[in-house]
């Protein structure tokens, strides 16, 4: 955002009656404000940054224009696990600048060590294994890193696909929370069982970037997260370990059904906007293969934005600086948000159900998760009272049959 933010001077030399007045704002402020301005027909944005939870939602609820595509933007070059995402009733209602799956990245000199193969999309025992050999607290390695700080996007985001993969679902077809059922004990078990062994310490406060941290550090054998760290991981003026990064799918359980989740941020127009024609030009002119070259041209193929186009990942300049992207690529074409758990579920969404009761509920969860990480509460507790919690929410909303 920042960086589309230093080349808006580009659009508005090519769109001399167009000013662009930005707006940046801490992403837990970002949703706060525009869902205010949305809900209550504020008209303060004409251009709002979306996640892939709210689009759905929003163009449901006739809160967003579509967005007015031509050939030349070949709505067609985006990758189909995101722009399904963003459509409703095959209409497009955002158009996504970066989007991401998690997979898993890994110290190949510490695998080469133990002598153990990281499998293309490995099960979490062999994952549970690799960290045991390679944990070495006294020599500064934790044999896995992953999220522990509480929120429905921190902790929850890969809690629910561990959760999925071990065949659990938020929420059954009458909507009934399905938080205290075996598949939620087996997975936040193993969790916070492998933590306790091979995490860092205070890992109930870590999140992405504080994880990021580590890894480039050299302090993580392996850390589950957001395919977006690998172009970091692997950037030797960010990591001390650049040289010795690979990359596998996300580890699987009982099923590789919502294994990786699956997100994008997205520029969409609210239905108060007055400005329909200008966002219009805008929104294409940032999602577009051109505005990816402009970055390219100006700050090089490393600094693109990914997870939005087929055309990037064909790029061979691309390629060559990302050697994550086949992996990267192979995630999000597998991430299906329709379908994303063992038992079917009456909801959108892989690490989120999208419905606006979420954000509450994935809240309060996520703070019972961490309070079991950090040994406060016993993962039998915390996962019966998230229940309680969540009950009370879907009834209060209406859900409850």
């Given at each position: ?14 769109n ?17 404000r ?5 809900a209550?027909?504020?008209?303060q ?5 979306i996640?892939?939870?709210?689009a759905?939602?929003w ?9 007015a ?27 996504p600048?970066y ?8 110290r ?35 044999g896995?890193?992953?999220r ?13 696909t ?25 997975a ?16 109930s406060?870590?999140?992405?970037n504080?994880n990021?941290?580590?890894f480039?550090?050299g ?14 991981i ?14 596998a ?15 994008s941020?997205?520029l ?5 906007s ?9 929104i ?16 090089g ?6 997870g ?12 060559k ?5 086949a ?14 758990t063992l038992?079917?579920?009456p ?15 994935g ?16 993962v ?5 009272t ?6 009370r ?5 209406g859900?409850?049959?």
């Amino acid at each position: 955002m920042i960086e589309m933010q230093k080349l808006g001077k580009h659009f508005e030399a090519a769109n001399p009656t167009i000013k662009l007045k930005w707006v940046t704002l801490e992403e837990g402020t970002l949703r706060q404000r525009v869902t205010t301005d949305i809900a209550t027909k504020g008209g303060q944005f004409d251009i709002m940054t979306i996640g892939l939870y709210e689009a759905p939602i929003w163009s449901k609820k006739g809160w967003l224009k579509p967005i007015a595509t031509d050939a030349a933007y070949d709505v067609d070059d985006l990758l189909p696990a995101i722009r399904s995402g963003l459509s409703h009733e095959g209409k497009l209602y955002a158009a996504p600048f970066y989007g991401e799956s998690s997979m898993l990245m890994y110290r190949k000199d510490l695998a080469d060590k133990a002598g153990i193969t990281i499998a293309e999309q490995p099960t979490w025992a062999q994952v549970k294994a690799f960290a045991a050999k390679a944990h070495d607290p006294k020599g500064g390695v934790y044999g896995m890193c992953l999220r522990g700080k509480p929120g429905w996007g921190d902790n929850m985001a890969f809690l629910t696909t561990l959760v999925n993969t071990h065949g659990g679902q938020w929420f059954d077809m009458q909507w009934k929370p399905q938080i205290d059922t075996q598949p939620w004990k087996d997975a936040i078990g193993f969790y916070v069982d492998l933590m306790k062994q091979y995490g860092p310490p205070g890992a109930s406060a870590n999140s992405f970037n504080e994880n990021l941290a580590l890894f480039n550090e050299g302090k993580c054998a392996m850390w589950v997260d957001a395919t977006i760290a690998a172009s970091f991981i692997s950037d030797p003026k960010q990591s001390k370990v650049a040289d010795k990064v690979a990359f596998a799918q996300a580890p699987v359980a009982v099923t590789p059904k919502g294994a990786n989740w699956l997100w994008s941020w997205n520029l969409a127009i609210p239905a108060s906007s007055t400005k329909d024609a200008a966002a219009q030009t805008f929104i294409k002119w940032a999602t577009s293969k051109d505005y990816i070259n402009l970055v390219a041209k100006e700050h090089g193929w490393g600094a693109v934005p990914t997870g939005t186009r087929k055309s990037t990942y064909a790029n061979a300049d691309f390629q060559k600086v990302a050697k994550f992207a086949a992996a990267e690529k192979k995630a999000i074409d597998s991430a299906n948000p329709n379908d994303s758990t063992l038992p079917k579920s009456p909801y959108v969404g892989v690490q989120y159900a999208a419905i606006p009761e979420f954000q509450a509920i994935g809240v309060a969860v996520g703070q019972q998760m961490s309070a079991a990480l950090a040994g406060k509460v016993t993962v039998d507790q915390a996962l019966k009272t998230a229940q309680t919690m969540a009950e009370r929410e879907m009834k209060k909303a209406g859900y409850a049959k």
